[in-house]
Structure formats: structure tokens, C-alpha cells
């Protein structure tokens, strides 16, 4: 069992920065590649970013590259996303998933940080 805990979201102008944060407790964090994903009113869920769980590969979504950066921390068994140059499109619930890399129906998911980009 894996419990996630976000934090860092907020309102921020456009153009400002948002660093958010998943701590996560109950199992091994390196058995997990962990992502964000981000859910905007009326929208389906979407894959913003993943890193797998040696944190030698990330991915994002094609609106967010240049921007958006994903990193891992194993001494604080927490995940990071930077967000730079955010934009009003950017708003959303973003979410942190952990999957196992071996047994891949152990999915967890967090609860959810509100990011609002306005002026």
C-alpha cells in the first residue's frame, strides 16, 4: 500500500512558477515510476509528466516541455514537478499516481492540488 500526499498547489499569475510535491509513505518509493497527471474542469485526465523509478527517464505531454520539469527525491520518497512560464490553459487539479514497475495494476493515486493561472 501506497499513500500520496500533495501539496504546493495555489493561484499564481501568468507567467509565474509552482513547485509541486507528492510525498510518498507506505512501500518502497524506488519500486514506483510516479507521474502527474492534471484534470481540468470539463476535461478528461491527462498525462502531464512521468520519470521512471530510477529517475533516468522523464516524458511530458508536448504542451508543457521546456516548461514543466519532474524529479524524484529517494531520501524524502518525494516526487517534484517545477512549473515555469504557467499559462491560463495550465489550470487544473494535478495529481500524482505511483505505479509499481513490476507488478503494473498497483496503481495509487493522490488526491489532488488545485493550479489556477489568472490575473
Known amino acids: 500500500q501506497v499513500q500520496l500526499v500533495e501539496s504546493g498547489g495555489g493561484l499564481v499569475q501568468p507567467g509565474g512558477s509552482l513547485r509541486l510535491s507528492c510525498a510518498a509513505s507506505g512501500s518502497a518509493f524506488s519500486n514506483f515510476a510516479m507521474s502527474w497527471y492534471r484534470q481540468a474542469p470539463g476535461k478528461e485526465r491527462e498525462l502531464v509528466a512521468s520519470i521512471t523509478r530510477a529517475g533516468e527517464i522523464t516524458n511530458y505531454v508536448d504542451s508543457v516541455k521546456g516548461r514543466f520539469t519532474i524529479s524524484r527525491d529517494y531520501a524524502k520518497n518525494t516526487v517534484y514537478l517545477q512549473m515555469n512560464s504557467l499559462k491560463p490553459e495550465d489550470t487544473a487539479v494535478y495529481y500524482c499516481?505511483?505505479?509499481?514497475?513490476?507488478?503494473?495494476?498497483?496503481?495509487?493515486w493522490g488526491q489532488g492540488t488545485q493550479v489556477t493561472v489568472s490575473s
Open positions: 499516481k505511483a505505479q509499481h514497475y513490476i507488478i503494473s495494476r498497483l496503481i495509487y
